[in-house]
């Protein structure tokens, strides 16, 4: 999948869907919908997400407060706060989480869409720091079938959180050729996803 794939724990089905519709384009796909926490959990370990909307108020043992500090425990990734409590007390807790984004409904697409990529891009930016800077040679020393300097090029910009546009932007070609660079790292690399290329990538440099 060449998408970031989302996650969307939301209780309430309709607006779930209006979610979904919103993040299926060329750069992200809605991997799993939960309507409660332990549906979350099992999508969250059976089918990595890139990132994660979360409702806060949800008809279930655990609210989406409380899956995001599960989230920061167990799988950290980037999640975002889609709500519509914006009281203090509910602002208060949230920050304890650190959320990457927080929306109050009603939310539009171009919001959605734009504070996903934000938060997906910041959350990489600071567990990059954490990791040593990608490197060709080094990478192509432990593959088979070596990545060409272009396949490269786009691994770095996933690397990074760049969706399938941002990377067509900087490198002046289309989504679909993107795509196609994409999948053809993706099996030189062994990855089925970005999540899995990044934590690759990361082997491949120690």
């Not at 984004?101 to 959605?112: A, D, Q, S």
């Not at 060709?136 to 990074?160: A, C, G, H, M």
Request: charged share 25%; aromatic share 8%.
């Amino acid at each position: 999948m060449t998408e970031f794939k989302i996650l969307i724990v939301e209780d309430e089905p309709i607006i779930a869907e209006n979610i979904a519709v919103y993040l299926n384009n060329a750069d992200f796909k809605v991997s799993d919908i939960a309507y409660d926490d332990e549906d979350a959990k099992v999508a969250l370990r059976k089918n990595t997400p890139d990132a994660v909307i979360l409702d806060i108020n949800l008809d279930s043992d655990m609210d989406g407060i409380q899956i995001a500090d599960f989230i920061n425990k167990h799988c950290p990734m980037p999640f975002l706060f889609l709500t519509s409590y914006a009281d203090r007390e509910t602002l208060e807790r949230a920050k304890k989480v650190e959320p990457w984004g927080y929306i109050v409904k009603p939310f539009n697409e171009k919001t959605l869409q734009a504070s996903l990529e934000m938060a997906i891009s910041n959350f990489a930016n600071r567990s990059n720091q954490h990791h040593p800077q990608l490197n060709l040679e080094k990478i192509n020393k432990s593959l088979l079938t070596p990545l060409s300097e272009r396949e490269f090029d786009v691994l770095q910009l996933i690397y990074e959180g760049k969706t399938n546009q941002q990377i067509a932007d900087a490198i002046f070609v289309s989504v679909n050729t993107i795509k196609k660079h994409i999948n053809n790292s993706y099996l030189k690399i062994d990855a089925a996803s970005r999540a899995t290329a990044i934590t690759r990538l990361r082997k491949l440099m120690h």
